[in-house]
């Protein structure tokens, strides 16, 4: 019974006793159940750091929106997404009309959209107010950041159960998704948009440099566990969940910003899973001396 009662008073009782603590809880578990599986989407497509560039290059309009409308979390989640938007629009142009490939040109785009972003919120606002955006605030997210949350995680889910079959195709084989009739553009438009929404959720909780964390740290490791899809997708979504629940025990208890202590813990278990994992380190090196008998 004691070692129950030190386990509830250790692992439950913050949530319990502090509103925050729960809210924080809950933000971070609906993060977790969208942005990891589509960080495994955007591993299959060979664009992992396509998330990393978009939720930079959201910065621009999350400042519009503060400039205009003070820390207003509508006002600065509008911004985000028409600028991410915006940002995926003109990579794609100038791939369509140079010779420059996506990639390169999100690149180019990006880069200058975070040192455009980091100006504006600089001349019109405090160290605090850049601090806030940059790297978010996970224990501040109140009613309102949670319901955004929660419905952005809800229509992610739901878009990506019933456009789950296209996006497959389009990821594995979009040729032939095309010759059957299928809108390759249009289900790689829609996926991109989700990419965009789950960023612009996280970055109140996580900030814009680290909202790709929880995204894409779970999903490069669910790969190193699973072969199927389906298995990469519930993993993912797994890790993410943990880490989120970790990260928030280890700040609480350590005095520590929660935000980076939840991508540190992220960071823990992909390199436990390099490790461990039947793809990972440990288990090539057992296999070393059956393979060369």
């Not at 609906?30 to 591993?43: K, N, Q, R, Y």
């Not at 964390?213 to 997708?233: E, I, K």
């Not at 992909?270 to 090539?284: D, E, H, V």
Request: aromatic letters at 10%.
């Amino acid at each position: 019974m004691m070692l129950l009662h030190d386990f509830y008073q250790f692992a439950i009782a913050p949530f319990q006793e502090f509103a925050f603590m729960r809210r924080a809880l809950v933000a971070t578990l609906a993060l977790a159940l969208s942005s990891a599986p589509l960080g495994v989407m955007l591993t299959l497509r060979r664009m992992s750091l396509f998330g990393e560039a978009l939720s930079h290059a959201v910065l621009p309009g999350v400042a519009a929106g503060f400039i205009f409308f003070g820390l207003s979390l509508p006002a600065l989640s509008i911004g985000g997404f028409l600028a991410g938007v915006i940002v995926v629009a003109l990579a794609g142009w100038i791939s369509r009309h140079t010779e420059l490939k996506e990639d390169a040109s999100l690149a180019a785009v990006y880069v200058v959209a975070l040192a455009l972003g980091v100006i504006m919120i600089s001349g019109h606002g405090t160290q605090l107010d850049l601090l806030h955006i940059l790297f978010g605030n996970v224990l501040g997210v109140d009613t309102e950041g949670l319901l955004l949350v929660a419905g952005v995680s809800s229509l992610s889910v739901l878009l990506m159960a019933g456009l789950y079959r296209g996006l497959l195709l389009e990821s594995f084989d979009p040729s032939f998704l095309a010759a059957g009739g299928g809108r390759n553009t249009v289900y790689q438009q829609l996926f991109l948009m989700l990419v965009v929404l789950n960023l612009v959720a996280s970055f109140q909780t996580l900030g814009t440099l680290m909202a790709v964390g929880l995204m894409m740290l779970p999903a490069v490791s669910a790969r190193l566990w699973h072969d199927t899809l389906p298995a990469q997708l519930a993993n993912s979504a797994v890790q993410a969940a943990l880490a989120g629940y970790a990260g928030l025990m280890l700040s609480y208890y350590a005095s520590v910003p929660s935000g980076p202590v939840i991508i540190v813990c992220a960071g823990g278990f992909y390199f436990l899973s390099l490790i461990f994992a039947p793809r990972g380190w440990l288990p090539r090196i057992l296999r070393r001396p059956h393979l060369r008998a």
